[in-house]
Structures are given as C-alpha cells and as structure tokens.
C-alpha cells in the first residue's frame, strides 16, 4: 500500500521557521507537494515540485516569497521549508502526490499522507 508520510510540524513563534517532510514508500511519484487546511476553512495548496524539474514548482499565492519546497529523488522525499510564518499558517498540512507532472494543477493530486499540525502563535 502506497504511503505517504510526513514529519517536522510543530509550535513555533511568528517570524520563525520550520521545515516539513514526506516521504513516499513503495511508489515514485512524478509530483509531490503541499496542502494546508485551517479549522473551519477549505484545503488550499501551498506547493508542488515535480520530479523530473522540467515543471517549474508552483506556490499558493499566501506563501510566495516565504516557502519553499525541495525534493531528494533518491530518497523519495519532499520538503517544505517554511520561513517568516504568521499565525495565520496555522493548519493541518498534508502531503500530496500524483503521476501528473503539472505541480500546479491542483485538483489532480491523488494520494495524501495524514497530515502534521503546525501551529504559529503570535
């Protein structure tokens, strides 16, 4: 069974930084990335990076600027690396993966990890 699985949420203050990972188990995915739901709000992307880089990675427009996603083909690995976060980052983040290879192309990730907390107080 295909996994997805993610690590590195947490607590931290405004302005700070974190770094997430996922890493996918008995697949390759062609894209992997990043999505984010806040209690009471709609899932938004935040990411995707294709495997093969010929796709230029896509950002939600919230994070442009701030994060940026990386990814070890070697070891099936995606990263997000989350700089100058503000509390309204708050949010289950999930990773995402898919064999289309449009990172931005956001309706077509079919595969989703369970998600890891990060929470950004003020």
């Known amino acids: 069974q295909v996994q997805l699985v993610e690590s590195g949420g947490g607590l931290v203050q405004a302005g700070g930084s974190l770094r997430l990972s996922c890493a996918a188990s008995?697949?390759?995915?062609?894209?992997m990335g990043w999505f984010r739901q806040a209690p009471g709000k709609e899932r938004e992307f935040v990411a995707g990076i294709s495997r093969a880089g010929t796709t230029p990675p896509a950002f939600g427009d919230s994070v442009k600027g701030r994060f940026t996603i990386s990814r070890d083909n070697a070891r099936n690995t995606v990263y997000l690396q989350m700089n100058s976060l503000k509390p309204e980052d708050t949010a289950v983040y999930y990773c995402?993966?898919?064999?289309?290879?449009?990172?931005?192309?956001?309706?077509?990730?079919?595969?989703w990890g369970q998600g890891t907390q990060v929470t950004v107080s003020s």
């Open positions: 008995r697949r390759t995915f062609n894209t």
């Open positions: 995402a993966a898919k064999m289309g290879i449009v990172p931005g192309r956001t309706s077509s990730y079919d595969y």
